[in-house]
């Protein structure tokens, strides 16, 4: 089976991830900026940065779908994936973005990214501006842990980058290409 990863970053940590996904795995990388087709693949890793509940570049992305690709997505945001209620909210929000017909048959992952306020441009710091005003009006016991690490880590430099949170993928990469052989 032929596959590419193919990245949707706004400010880095994706791309992070899916250059070490590509060191680790031999398959090629491409920016879903400059993605042509991806016709000639048999499956897709997409990895998204996770923007206001979206999956950054994959409204356009899809278009370049095929019936028969295989497609895993793997999700880069600022909320614990080890906490199943943030996994929770960020698949409710996909289900808004990725099509019904899409849904039963992507494998969805989970990886923790980072941010920078001082690298955030001036829509991305008036929404997170924003929200911290509305969260700092919440009582802390109505606050989900989303809620408190947003508060902690609000005008902060944080990185929770780790690779070893893509062996998932590279195993169920690694087992589709046996399957081929």
């Given amino acids: 089976m032929k596959g590419i990863i193919v990245y949707g970053s706004q400010y880095g940590t994706t791309k992070q991830y899916a ?17 042509v087709t991806i016709d ?3 499956f897709v890793v997409y990895l998204g ?13 899809q278009k370049k779908i095929h019936s028969n690709i295989k497609l895993m997505i793997g999700t880069v945001g ?7 209620k ?25 990886l923790r990214g980072g941010i920078d306020y001082s690298k955030l441009n001036l829509k991305h710091k008036t929404m997170m501006s924003l929200l911290y005003k509305m969260l700092k009006k919440k009582s802390r016991e109505n606050m989900s842990a989303e809620d408190l690490a947003m508060i902690e880590t609000y005008h902060k ?21 046996k399957e081929d052989l």
């Fill in 86 to 110: 943030n996994i929770q909210n960020i698949r409710q929000s996909l289900k808004h973005q990725i099509p019904q017909s899409l849904w039963h048959s992507i494998t969805i992952y989970h």
């Fill in 40 to 42: 000639h693949y048999d």
């Fill in 157 to 177: 430099q944080v990185n929770f980058v780790d690779f070893e949170m893509l062996k998932p993928i590279i195993k169920d990469i690694k087992n589709m290409i």
């Fill in 49 to 61: 940065g996770l923007y206001a509940g979206g999956l950054k570049g994959f409204k356009n992305f």
């Fill in 78 to 84: 600022l909320a614990d994936v080890t906490d199943e």
């Fill in 19 to 35: 250059k070490e996904l590509s060191k680790q795995t031999g398959l090629p990388i491409e920016n879903e900026q400059n993605l």
